[in-house]
Nanobody, 117 residues
Framework: QVQLVESGGDVVQPGGSLRLSCAASGFDFSGTAMSWLRQPPGKGLEWVSSIGVYSHATHYPASVKGRFTISRDNAVNEIYLQMNDLKPEDTAVYYC??????????GGPGTQVTVSS
């Protein structure tokens, strides 16, 4: 079955950086676009980034563009999210997801990112 396991969340000060990872299994990873979504406290899921099958296609909302970078390693079935210049509003549980864009399907437990001084 599909398994998505996120890791790398932590508490970080504003302006800091984190790198999230997601290990995927149970489906054709190299043939599937992947995304990151997040859920801030008390709010719904927000789309954060997407990456196509061949890595050169990426897409971000304005809220994170220029600060976040999504990447993937098809050799080990993982995707990553490099987050720089973190802001308190980036505080959320981050999920990796199958698919492209906001309608991507999450399935893992998520990883908590807290940005606070």
């Amino acid at each position: 079955q599909v398994q998505l396991v996120e890791s790398g969340g932590d508490v970080v000060q504003p302006g800091g950086s984190l790198r999230l990872s997601c290990a995927a299994s149970g489906f054709d990873f190299s043939g599937t676009a992947m995304s990151w979504l997040r859920q801030p406290p008390g709010k719904g899921l927000e789309w954060v980034s997407s990456i196509g099958v061949y890595s050169h296609a990426t897409h971000y909302p304005a809220s994170v563009k220029g600060r976040f970078t999504i990447s993937r390693d098809n050799a080990v079935n993982e995707i990553y999210l490099q987050m720089n210049d973190l802001k308190p509003e980036d505080t959320a549980v981050y999920y990796c997801a199958q698919g492209w864009g906001p309608a991507s399907s999450t399935g893992g437990p998520g990883t908590q990112v807290t940005v606070s001084s």
